[in-house]
């Protein structure tokens, strides 16, 4: 037994199990944080070792269970207009994607807990106003799902909010919500979050005029990431963009989409 209290064989189970479920690959270095997510769950079951607790998410009564286990290991941190580049690119853009008539149509493809399609929403209410726009959020998560859906977040993470933004879009709370603030209802509603496994058969979701992928591939190995960029690919509008994390590359994964600036590329 490792001092993380999960063992080597015990983190070789859960490695291969979130591989195969969510596509994502953990590295050696992540045994603290899996024994940390998951030492709620040990005690709220009562269970002595993380292979009991491995063996109820892969039992058959377990679907329950596993996706709770699921959200505990996938959920990534995130606020509100992260790696602003990306918002200023898009808000240059907009006027030459914008088509009279036709629903403006983005996809925050790793949205974690809505900070990222928020912002987005933001900033198309600014630029689009009352033209017709939507914005989709979608994650393997459904308990940072339900998070997101709410809207309602500590005022840490709007640290990179605009004071505009805040003044418009969100609420300030009082009393026992001092400290934290809510996204305004007008603009919740135009934000729709549904639960989606990128590594699985993809809904139907319709197209898109740009694709927001961040911060979601470098937990990918390289096989998983083409096929994800395979996936998600044919959703984007001729002549659509598709925004992957300024840490992130598709360099070799996919010879479709040709690279606009570091980190954008467009659907010919």
Same mark, same amino acid.
């Given at each position: 037994m490792s001092n993380t209290g999960i063992s080597d064989a015990e983190?070789?189970?859960?490695?291969?199990?979130?591989?195969? %479920?969510?596509?994502?690959?953990?590295?050696? &270095?992540?045994?603290?944080? +899996? =024994?940390?997510?998951?030492?709620?769950?040990?005690?709220?079951?009562?269970? $002595?070792?993380? /292979?009991?607790?491995?063996?109820?998410?892969?039992?058959?009564?377990?679907? !329950?269970?596993?996706?709770? $286990?699921?959200d505990l290991l996938t959920t990534n941190e995130t606020y509100f207009f992260r790696e602003p580049k990306h918002f200023e690119w898009l808000g240059q853009v907009l006027g030459t994607l914008h088509r009279p008539g036709r629903t403006f149509r983005v996809w925050s493809a790793a949205c974690?807990?809505?900070?990222?399609?928020? /912002?987005?929403?933001?900033?198309? $209410?600014?630029?689009?106003?009352?033209?017709?726009?939507?914005?989709?959020? /979608?994650?393997?998560?459904?308990? +940072?799902?339900?998070?997101?859906?709410?809207?309602?977040?500590?005022?840490?993470?709007? %640290? &990179?909010? =605009?004071?505009?933004?805040? !003044?418009?879009?969100?609420?300030?709370?009082?009393?026992?919500?001092?400290?934290?603030?809510? +996204?305004? %209802?007008?603009?919740?509603?135009?934000?729709?979050?549904?639960?989606? &496994?990128l590594n699985d058969r993809l809904p139907r979701l319709g197209e898109f005029d740009v694709i927001f992928l961040r911060n979601v591939l470098i937990y990918f190995d390289p096989p998983t990431k083409r096929r994800v960029i395979e996936r998600l690919v044919p959703l984007l509008r001729p002549g659509g963009y598709f925004v992957v994390s300024h840490s992130e590359s598709l360099n070799g994964m996919n010879d479709t989409l040709a690279l606009v600036s570091p980190s954008i590329y467009r659907k010919p």
């Open positions: 983190f070789a189970h859960f490695q291969g199990w979130l591989y195969q %479920r969510a596509g994502i690959h953990m590295s050696a &270095n992540k045994k603290a944080l +899996v =024994a940390g997510r998951l030492a709620c769950r040990l005690r709220h079951h009562g269970l $002595a070792d993380h /292979s009991q607790y491995f063996q109820m998410i892969t039992a058959a009564d377990g679907l !329950a269970e596993a996706q709770v $286990a699921l974690s807990s809505g900070e990222e399609p928020y /912002s987005l929403a933001m900033l198309l $209410a600014d630029r689009l106003g009352e033209r017709p726009w939507e914005v989709l959020g /979608s994650d393997i998560s459904s308990r +940072v799902l339900e998070k997101a859906a709410r809207g309602h977040y500590p005022l840490e993470r709007g %640290r &990179n909010l =605009a004071p505009q933004h805040l !003044a418009r879009y969100c609420l300030k709370g009082i009393g026992s919500q001092d400290g934290t603030f809510l +996204v305004e %209802r007008s603009l919740r509603e135009r934000v729709q979050f549904m639960q989606v &496994n």
